[in-house]
Protein backbone atom coordinates (compact mmCIF):
# COMPACT_ATOMS: atom_id res chain seq x y z
CA UNK A 1 0.00 0.00 0.00
CA UNK A 2 2.98 2.81 0.78
CA UNK A 3 4.23 1.59 -3.06
CA UNK A 4 0.73 3.08 -4.18
CA UNK A 5 -0.75 -0.79 -4.90
CA UNK A 6 -4.66 -1.48 -4.12
CA UNK A 7 -5.54 -3.83 -1.64
CA UNK A 8 -8.43 -5.53 -2.36
CA UNK A 9 -9.66 -7.50 1.24
CA UNK A 10 -12.57 -10.05 -0.22
CA UNK A 11 -15.02 -11.35 2.79
CA UNK A 12 -16.53 -14.31 1.26
CA UNK A 13 -19.99 -13.72 2.77
CA UNK A 14 -21.34 -15.66 -0.01
CA UNK A 15 -18.93 -19.03 -0.07
CA UNK A 16 -19.37 -18.63 3.74
CA UNK A 17 -23.29 -19.87 3.71
CA UNK A 18 -21.93 -22.70 1.15
CA UNK A 19 -19.39 -23.86 3.61
CA UNK A 20 -15.80 -24.47 3.09
CA UNK A 21 -14.95 -28.09 2.98
CA UNK A 22 -11.48 -27.29 3.71
CA UNK A 23 -10.22 -29.88 6.58
CA UNK A 24 -13.81 -31.08 7.07
CA UNK A 25 -14.63 -35.14 7.53
CA UNK A 26 -18.44 -34.52 7.45
CA UNK A 27 -20.22 -31.48 5.58
CA UNK A 28 -20.60 -28.60 7.66
CA UNK A 29 -24.01 -27.08 9.17
CA UNK A 30 -25.09 -23.86 7.35
CA UNK A 31 -24.23 -20.94 8.74
CA UNK A 32 -27.02 -17.93 8.73
CA UNK A 33 -26.26 -14.76 7.06
CA UNK A 34 -26.24 -13.12 11.20
CA UNK A 35 -23.33 -15.40 11.83
CA UNK A 36 -21.76 -14.59 8.79
CA UNK A 37 -21.97 -10.80 8.95
CA UNK A 38 -20.47 -11.08 12.74
CA UNK A 39 -17.82 -13.20 11.18
CA UNK A 40 -16.71 -10.81 8.70
CA UNK A 41 -16.36 -7.66 11.54
CA UNK A 42 -13.66 -10.23 13.50
CA UNK A 43 -12.03 -10.13 10.04
CA UNK A 44 -12.36 -6.34 9.04
CA UNK A 45 -11.00 -5.94 12.91
CA UNK A 46 -8.05 -8.07 12.04
CA UNK A 47 -6.55 -6.81 8.78
CA UNK A 48 -6.55 -2.99 9.67
CA UNK A 49 -4.12 -4.61 12.10
CA UNK A 50 -2.07 -4.59 9.12
CA UNK A 51 -3.83 -2.74 6.37
CA UNK A 52 -4.56 0.70 5.99
CA UNK A 53 -8.26 1.13 5.50
CA UNK A 54 -8.22 4.57 3.91
CA UNK A 55 -6.01 2.53 1.27
CA UNK A 56 -8.16 -0.91 1.36
CA UNK A 57 -10.30 -1.99 -0.98
CA UNK A 58 -13.42 -3.67 0.74
CA UNK A 59 -15.34 -6.72 -1.25
CA UNK A 60 -17.50 -8.82 -0.49
CA UNK A 61 -18.21 -12.07 -2.99
CA UNK A 62 -22.31 -11.70 -2.50
CA UNK A 63 -21.57 -8.91 -5.16
CA UNK A 64 -21.69 -11.35 -7.73
CA UNK A 65 -21.74 -14.71 -6.70
CA UNK A 66 -25.29 -13.46 -6.04
CA UNK A 67 -25.81 -12.25 -9.66
CA UNK A 68 -25.07 -15.86 -11.03
CA UNK A 69 -27.86 -17.55 -13.38
CA UNK A 70 -28.25 -21.31 -13.24
CA UNK A 71 -26.50 -21.32 -16.42
CA UNK A 72 -23.95 -19.42 -15.12
CA UNK A 73 -23.20 -21.63 -12.43
CA UNK A 74 -23.24 -25.03 -14.79
CA UNK A 75 -20.98 -22.90 -17.50
CA UNK A 76 -18.40 -22.75 -14.58
CA UNK A 77 -18.73 -26.34 -13.69
CA UNK A 78 -18.38 -27.18 -16.96
CA UNK A 79 -14.78 -26.13 -16.73
CA UNK A 80 -13.88 -28.64 -14.20
CA UNK A 81 -13.65 -32.12 -14.02
CA UNK A 82 -14.30 -34.34 -10.98
CA UNK A 83 -11.18 -36.16 -11.10
CA UNK A 84 -9.63 -32.71 -10.72
CA UNK A 85 -12.03 -31.70 -7.98
CA UNK A 86 -10.95 -35.10 -6.01
CA UNK A 87 -7.66 -34.15 -6.21
CA UNK A 88 -7.98 -31.90 -3.37
CA UNK A 89 -7.22 -34.13 -0.59
CA UNK A 90 -10.21 -33.60 1.80
CA UNK A 91 -12.17 -35.03 -0.81
CA UNK A 92 -10.10 -37.67 -1.64
CA UNK A 93 -9.72 -38.93 2.21
CA UNK A 94 -13.82 -38.31 2.44
CA UNK A 95 -14.26 -40.78 -0.78
CA UNK A 96 -11.83 -43.45 0.43
CA UNK A 97 -13.11 -43.25 3.85
CA UNK A 98 -16.36 -43.94 2.44
CA UNK A 99 -17.41 -40.19 4.01
CA UNK A 100 -20.40 -38.31 1.79
CA UNK A 101 -19.47 -35.48 -0.31
CA UNK A 102 -22.13 -32.85 -0.89
CA UNK A 103 -22.83 -31.44 -4.46
CA UNK A 104 -22.32 -28.03 -2.89
CA UNK A 105 -19.14 -29.05 -1.10
CA UNK A 106 -17.59 -29.86 -4.63
CA UNK A 107 -18.84 -25.93 -5.77
CA UNK A 108 -16.99 -24.16 -3.30
CA UNK A 109 -13.67 -24.29 -4.81
CA UNK A 110 -15.16 -23.15 -7.84
CA UNK A 111 -16.99 -20.06 -6.33
CA UNK A 112 -13.94 -19.36 -4.65
CA UNK A 113 -11.92 -19.42 -8.26
CA UNK A 114 -14.47 -17.30 -9.80
CA UNK A 115 -13.73 -14.78 -7.29
CA UNK A 116 -10.27 -14.38 -8.95
CA UNK A 117 -11.28 -13.71 -11.98
CA UNK A 118 -14.34 -11.35 -11.02
CA UNK A 119 -11.16 -9.16 -9.25
CA UNK A 120 -8.78 -9.73 -11.41
CA UNK A 121 -6.49 -10.11 -8.95
CA UNK A 122 -2.63 -10.31 -9.98
CA UNK A 123 -0.99 -11.78 -6.29
CA UNK A 124 -3.59 -13.42 -4.01
CA UNK A 125 -3.05 -14.01 -0.35
CA UNK A 126 -4.43 -16.89 1.72
CA UNK A 127 -4.63 -19.59 4.46
CA UNK A 128 -2.20 -23.02 3.12
CA UNK A 129 -5.56 -24.96 3.50
CA UNK A 130 -6.80 -22.47 0.44
CA UNK A 131 -4.03 -23.32 -1.89
CA UNK A 132 -6.56 -25.63 -3.97
CA UNK A 133 -9.21 -23.15 -3.96
CA UNK A 134 -6.31 -20.33 -5.32
CA UNK A 135 -4.87 -22.53 -7.63
CA UNK A 136 -8.05 -23.09 -9.26
CA UNK A 137 -8.72 -19.59 -9.46
CA UNK A 138 -5.47 -18.99 -11.80
CA UNK A 139 -6.74 -22.38 -14.08
CA UNK A 140 -9.90 -20.50 -14.81
Not at 8 to 17: E, Q, Y
Request: net charge negative; hydrophobic share 40%; charged share 30%.
Amino acid sequence: QDLGHTAVFLIGDFTALVGDPTGQSETRPPLSREQVNANAKTYLDQVFKILDPKKTEIRYNREWLDKLSSYDIVRLCAKYRVARMLEHEDFRARLENGQPISVHELLYPLLVAYDSVVLEADVELGATEQKFNLLMGREI
